[in-house]
């Protein structure tokens, strides 16, 4: 929060004059006290002096007209947002929705009209400004010191589990077949822990990713016959087979493999069959394609069916698979797709993923 007995460094980089004196009488004029009782003001007429002042001198937010001598528009704001983590405050004599749009897509705090402003509008807008931008930095840090540790956490426990998986294999070659049965409960708890920590670094990067410029066309087929080809070698029993799958390219990026191996692994693992049959299937819907995939096993019942994919199924008691369905949502969302489950004939589940065709 800012505190009134400090003062408050505001740079103002605009070409009119006018429009700068009157910024600054609205500032001096505020009648709220959404302001410290001193507050000093910078001005520059070009973005070039503009810049020459955050290097040399300490602000806490920055005004800035999109109409410059030397840029204009958006490009304004872009040339000055990589100078500065000064919260932005674009001004602009003209109506336009896009404009604001992208000015906040930019990295601006807010965006106000020239001919809309008055001095409680603007200090409140100054005011608010500070705090998201204090909010959002509190924020970042805490975020990426989560980051570090989330990395040494599932480093150390990867290392842990490679060591159990290693003196599993040891011991089954030195044990009978009464006592076999148990090492292999090892390993398995072991393979199981190696998948959750798998699911949580991927989950992370698709929480991380930017949902539109990271997407690409990604060609569909071979992403799902690597994907069946890698679940057969560790799904032992399970019989998976694939139909026809035509040549068809989607809006995704590197985690699309992640959606099928969740969905795949999560029909095995719910069969409670001794050798679970899936089927993974292809169809073109209008300008998507729908891909499903098909167990049979106890299905799931309709009163789960709609939070199966939230947060409420990351509970204590999931086994791993909570995160696993949560993932492939958060994923399909993030694709611009959706993904729903539906009853399987004559029993089982189907998982139907929906994703954009790509032009």
Same mark, same amino acid.
């Given at each position: 929060?800012?505190?009134?007995?400090?003062? &408050?460094?505001?740079? !103002?980089?605009? =070409?009119?004059?006018? +429009?700068?004196?009157? %910024?600054?009488?609205?500032? @001096?004029?505020? #009648?709220?006290?959404?302001?410290?009782?001193?507050?000093?003001?910078?001005?520059?007429?070009?973005?070039?002096?503009?810049?020459?002042?955050?290097?040399e001198s300490t602000f806490d937010v920055l005004l800035l007209d999109l109409g410059l001598p030397t840029s204009q528009g958006i490009e304004t704001l872009d040339r000055i947002v990589g100078h500065t983590d000064l919260p932005v405050i674009v001004l602009t004599g003209l109506q336009n929705k896009n404009t604001a749009l992208?000015?906040?897509?930019?990295?601006?705090?807010?965006?106000?009209?020239?001919?809309?402003?008055?001095?409680?509008?603007?200090?409140?807008?100054?005011?608010?400004?500070?705090?998201?931008?204090?909010?959002?930095?509190?924020?970042?840090?805490?975020?990426?010191?989560?980051?570090? &540790?989330?990395?040494? !956490?599932?480093? =150390?426990?990867?290392? +842990?589990?490679?060591? %159990?998986?290693?003196?599993? @294999?040891?011991? #089954?070659?030195?044990?009978?077949?009464?006592?076999?049965?148990?090492?292999?409960?090892?390993?398995?708890?072991?393979?199981?822990?190696?998948?959750?920590?798998?699911?949580?670094?991927?989950?992370?990067?698709?929480?991380?990713?930017?949902?539109?410029?990271?997407?690409?066309?990604?060609?569909?087929?071979?992403?799902?016959?690597?994907?069946?080809?890698?679940?057969?070698?560790?799904?032992?029993?399970?019989?998976?087979?694939?139909?026809?799958?035509?040549?068809?390219?989607?809006?995704?990026?590197?985690?699309?493999?992640?959606?099928?191996?969740?969905?795949?692994?999560?029909?095995?693992?719910?069969?409670?069959?001794?050798?679970?049959?899936?089927?993974?299937?292809?169809?073109?819907?209008?300008?998507?394609v729908q891909v499903s995939v098909a167990d049979d096993g106890v299905g799931v019942p309709d009163g789960q069916k709609s939070e199966i994919f939230g947060k409420s199924a990351m509970g204590l008691d999931s086994s791993g698979t909570g995160i696993g369905l949560f993932l492939v949502d958060r994923l399909v969302d993030r694709?611009?797709?959706?993904?729903?489950?539906?009853?399987?004939?004559?029993?089982?589940?189907?998982?139907?993923?929906?994703?954009?065709?790509?032009?």
């Amino acid at each position: 929060m800012l505190e009134s007995d400090r003062s &408050l460094d505001v740079l !103002v980089i605009e =070409d009119n004059e006018g +429009d700068a004196r009157l %910024i600054e009488r609205y500032i @001096d004029r505020a #009648e709220t006290p959404m302001l410290p009782s001193t507050v000093t003001h910078t001005h520059h007429t070009t973005l070039e002096d503009g810049k020459e002042a955050l290097a040399e001198s300490t602000f806490d937010v920055l005004l800035l007209d999109l109409g410059l001598p030397t840029s204009q528009g958006i490009e304004t704001l872009d040339r000055i947002v990589g100078h500065t983590d000064l919260p932005v405050i674009v001004l602009t004599g003209l109506q336009n929705k896009n404009t604001a749009l992208k000015a906040i897509q930019s990295g601006a705090q807010d965006f106000l009209n020239k001919d809309e402003l008055d001095p409680d509008t603007l200090t409140r807008a100054i005011r608010y400004a500070i705090e998201r931008k204090r909010r959002e930095s509190e924020l970042r840090k805490r975020t990426d010191q989560l980051e570090v &540790l989330n990395r040494i !956490v599932r480093h =150390d426990i990867q290392n +842990d589990v490679n060591v %159990i998986q290693g003196w599993a @294999d040891m011991l #089954e070659q030195n044990v009978d077949d009464a006592r076999r049965d148990t090492v292999q409960q090892i390993t398995s708890a072991a393979d199981h822990i190696a998948e959750i920590t798998q699911n949580v670094e991927t989950f992370l990067e698709a929480v991380a990713g930017d949902t539109d410029s990271s997407l690409e066309p990604v060609a569909l087929g071979p992403v799902i016959l690597d994907t069946v080809e890698k679940r057969r070698t560790v799904s032992d029993g399970a019989t998976i087979s694939v139909g026809e799958l035509e040549r068809t390219t989607v809006y995704a990026d590197e985690l699309l493999a992640s959606v099928f191996e969740n969905l795949i692994d999560n029909a095995v693992q719910h069969s409670q069959v001794e050798s679970p049959t899936v089927e993974v299937g292809f169809e073109l819907t209008g300008d998507c394609v729908q891909v499903s995939v098909a167990d049979d096993g106890v299905g799931v019942p309709d009163g789960q069916k709609s939070e199966i994919f939230g947060k409420s199924a990351m509970g204590l008691d999931s086994s791993g698979t909570g995160i696993g369905l949560f993932l492939v949502d958060r994923l399909v969302d993030r694709y611009g797709g959706r993904v729903w489950v539906e009853d399987n004939d004559p029993q089982g589940a189907v998982f139907v993923v929906e994703l954009r065709l790509a032009e």
